[in-house]
DNA sequence: TGTGTCGGATTGTCGGACGATATCTTCGAA
DNA sequence: TTCGAAGATATCGTCCGACAATCCGACACA
């Protein structure tokens, strides 16, 4: 479209650790090392590839970042499983970066908790629906404390996720879930009946997922995002702001 | 549970790269540098943090790797906003190395493609309307190369994506997509209707955009989707079945 | 059995170095 | 004076060698 004539691509030196990281991710995508199975020291590294130690460490700085090697005890490094958490937090930076707005987590939120709470009530063991009793038991109990309700919804929700049993659809959800929270956060502070509803709410929810009634769930499950969004409209913010401004206290302040 | 008396909990000292990673990081998140400012050059770090050149290399590795920070043409670091191209890859493929069945995969697809589209319906300009004409005139071409299909289906669902203007939804979207391109290649490769009924489904899917007729377009989206699980079931596959072994093939020789 | 000590292995960090390449500066020619 | 080419400078990718801290295993000892 842009370039009439052009007889050679850019010339496109890939750094030598890059090469690196990308060679072992290879080889572990492809099945050749298994999670748990060690992936050789540093000098070993050095050897295979023929390249400095500084290079070897500057490519597998960049794995093991992604959480896909990982340092054991040895301090040897070793194939491992990422976890879901560090992606998503990855994820969330990039909303905040793009300024992403109430509206669109709104809406992303309402679709991913749906098929969520479909999944959780069509699946629950029987484990899960304990966990959730015990959660929702801690929540009546703080019902005052606007911040720990709102850390124990998220956790409610992760429970959700988890008795689903679909993990696409939970690595789907976690990045929005991490900015979903420092907004309930915010909401339930200043919307005195709250926590009440939204305790309500998670009641309703579990007893649904417990009778394996699919249609109640959702019902209640839509309930619970809409309350959210009228508690975000009634603290005078509109759907339609960024909300950064809302998600960096707490970033600041969190540990990666 | 397991511990009956923990006094004190693991230690752990974090290496001093992180620390520079987090730091900047920090900074940038709390929008102290904005997108497109430079972040100074490695000497420039070396002197503010006071470790050593290499050590703040591997920090910003990091940060270069997750896409918040850049080099320009200069080569100076400047920070960006991460692509969701770049995200994406790494979600999917902790999804391949956790192995997760086609079942998770195609009920996640189905609750983000319906909001997706949804939100297109709704909200899709006449430049997006567009390119999907276009991608689908294209499609029409190709029909008898499964694979080049299954690249315009791909691009097609990004489209409709974009089209949605709900930039959560896509980034939850794009992990799953990334699988959901090789299954559709392997199952148009072996299902001989299959790209024709996949044109016909874009085809109505365009039409409903086009008309505002958001219950059309979840329809014909939902048939779209739900032809494909017919079809990954008529090649012989289990639902339940970890989806690893298809993409596989595909991520050895995809360049990241 | 439990404990202290020792040596080897490995990592985190450091300082210095070099070539390649992009940017800036200077200077000569039109 | 303006423009362009040659040289100087800055910055990065990579390399080398080194050291301390820490972990592991072995071994002696109480």
């Given at each position: 479209m842009t370039e009439l004539l052009e007889k050679f691509g850019r010339i496109h030196s890939t750094p030598a650790y890059q090469l690196v990281a990308e060679a072992i991710e290879r080889r572990i995508l492809t099945g050749r090392i298994r999670p748990g199975e060690p992936i050789g020291t540093e000098a070993e590294l050095v050897k295979q590839f023929g390249v400095n130690r500084s290079t070897v460490r500057e490519g597998i700085r960049l794995l093991e970042h992604d959480g896909i090697i990982q340092r054991q005890s040895n301090r040897r490094l070793a194939v491992s499983l990422p976890h879901y958490q560090r992606l998503a937090s990855r994820t969330t930076r990039a909303m905040v970066l793009h300024e992403v707005t109430f509206r669109e987590l709104y809406e992303a939120s309402m679709a991913l908790q749906m098929a969520t709470i479909e999944g959780a009530a069509l699946r629950a063991t029987s484990s899960m629906i304990a966990a959730m009793e015990e959660n929702i038991a801690r929540t009546a109990k703080v019902l005052g404390d606007p911040a720990a309700v709102a850390e124990l919804d998220s956790e409610f929700h992760a429970l959700i996720g988890k008795a689903s049993g679909n993990r696409v659809l939970q690595l789907a959800r976690e990045p929005s879930d991490l900015l979903v929270y420092p907004t309930t956060k915010m909401i339930l502070g200043r919307v005195p009946e709250g926590p009440a509803r939204l305790l309500e709410a998670h009641r309703h929810m579990l007893e649904a997922i417990r009778r394996r009634d699919v249609d109640a769930a959702r019902l209640w499950a839509r309930r619970h995002i809409n309350d959210w969004r009228k508690g975000f409209e009634r603290t005078g913010n509109?759907?339609?702001?960024?909300?950064d401004s809302l998600y960096l206290r707490e970033a600041a302040t969190s540990s990666s």
């Open positions: 509109g759907l339609d702001q960024p909300i």
